[in-house]
């Protein structure tokens, strides 16, 4: 029997090794095949460059850097790459193209892992965590977005990956606070959820502020302690429709 045990846990595994195999495979051979999928001209162009500009000229943690072309009405957008490691990823010395596949392949593993660790947070199983994460990536994430012609919001700014990335573990981090009778557990979540809002922030304030409010309507009834996870979310009533709405219309700008 306890032969056994191992080839059933190796079996049990095989399909989420396989599936995120398979995602990861066609993700890198995808950007090969689409590389205007990353960094979309002009928008993505304007973003990547402002990052690189960033590195060059600006101090870390400087909400304000300095432009060289402020004197001609110039200015850079305060989304800092210090604590985004999608946007580090562009600091890499390696050709520029490589250096598009290896920043979105982070922006890609940083959605999948918020997205099952809130999933499995909620209540969801392993199973249901994983086809949700895929399928998220698999319709909205490039080159996927390109052939499903869906929103392109990750090859225009891919920092949202990032916000939404934050967003999720904090969410995961406020749900999941308190639960523990070692306050010190408990306090190692809390200063985790503040290092997140800080990283989100920093990496994009605009859009970090305006998607906040998405994500505390989620947070309206966690106090429900006789409810699960799943309805103290609020997804079975008009939280579970205004979230989604919300992520969707502010989430890209």
Known sequence: MNKATPFKTYAHALPYVLSWSVLALLTIVGMTRLPTALYTPIDGDWAKWNVEAVFDFGKVFDLSPHSMLAGMGSMYFPNLPWLNPGALALA???????????????????????IVLLARVIGFSWLIATVAAQ??????????????QTYNW???????????????????????????????????????????FISGFLSAPFTFIFAMPALCCGWCRAGDDEAPFRHRMGLEDGAAWLVPHLRFYIGPY
Do not use: Q
């Open 154 to 196: 990750f090859s225009l700014a891919p920092y949202y990956a990032h916000v939404a990335a934050v967003l999720n573990v904090a969410t995961v981090f406020i749900l999941m606070c308190g639960s523990a009778p070692d306050w010190r557990y408990n306090l190692m979540l809390g200063a985790g959820f503040f290092a997140l």
């Open 135 to 148: 399928i998220y990536l698999y319709v909205l994430f490039p080159p996927f977005s390109e052939a499903f």
């Open 92 to 114: 890499l010395p390696i050709e520029d193209r490589a250096k598009d596949i290896v920043s979105y392949a982070i922006y890609a593993a940083e959605l999948a892992i918020s």
